[in-house]
């Protein structure tokens, strides 16, 4: 029973599309968040919600647009594909205690790769 | 500007031996300490962490040390076993965000050659 999950593992498309990948997790949690790991492997934040509200907003570009439509779900719908956009996309959660040691859990990743 | 840092991208080491993996960091904002592992095709699960006011924590096989002084942290792992290979990533977390942002190093794969 998956605790956070992705869909779809891998998306392939072409450069100027629209696309989305959805995030959902069962553990409860307050908050949620999308990384981007990129070429460099480097792994970094692009977005946060906390009870539906935007709590971490990193500097991205604005044709990305994360929803949640409850606190289950963080789905991020990215306009416009540029080759740039070719990484590996994670989703994760956590229980969102402020200033306490709070585990983040990851989901498997989204592959997007941009013709 | 990288504010934290895994200068090795990868260490092999024999099973039964010690692996060290180091992680340096630039903000002495920082307050807390996280490692994570990742196995090919999986998210990242969290493996042990560390808060600033403590220079050691241990957890079975794995105990991650801080030197606050150095800006320096890392995870040592002993003995090591063939299922501790993966990459391991260091992460840290600003004592004053309320957010959870986690600022992560880019990772060092561990290969535990039986």
């Known amino acids: 029973d998956t605790a956070v999950s992705q869909t779809p593992k891998y998306l392939v498309t072409q450069m100027g599309n629209d696309k989305s990948i959805k995030c959902e997790q069962n553990?409860?949690?307050?908050?949620m968040y999308w990384y981007k790991q990129d070429s460099k492997k480097f792994l970094k934040i692009m977005f946060s919600y906390n009870n539906k509200e935007l709590i971490i907003n990193e500097t991205v570009p604005n044709r990305f647009s994360p929803k949640s439509p409850d606190k289950a779900h963080l789905n991020l719908h990215i306009n416009s594909l540029e080759l740039g956009d070719s990484a590996v996309y994670f989703c994760a959660s956590s229980h969102g205690a402020q200033g306490a040691a709070d585990t983040q859990y990851f989901g498997p990743g989204t592959r997007l790769t941009v013709l | 500007d990288q504010q934290v840092k895994q200068n090795s991208p990868s260490l092999s080491v024999q099973e039964g031996r010690i692996s060290i993996l180091n992680c340096d960091y630039t903000n002495s904002m920082f307050d807390y300490f996280l490692w994570y592992k990742k196995y090919p095709a999986e998210g990242p699960t969290f493996l042990i962490s560390?808060?600033?006011?403590?220079d050691k924590n241990e957890d079975g096989r794995f105990t991650v040390f801080l030197n606050k002084s150095a800006k320096h942290l890392s995870l040592h792992i002993v003995p090591s076993q063939p299922g501790d290979s993966a990459v391991y990533f260091c992460a840290a977390r600003h004592g004053s965000s309320n957010t959870g942002k986690l600022i992560f190093g880019q990772g060092t794969t561990l290969q535990v050659k039986p």
């Open positions: 553990l409860g949690h307050d908050t």
């Open positions: 560390i808060s600033s006011i403590k």
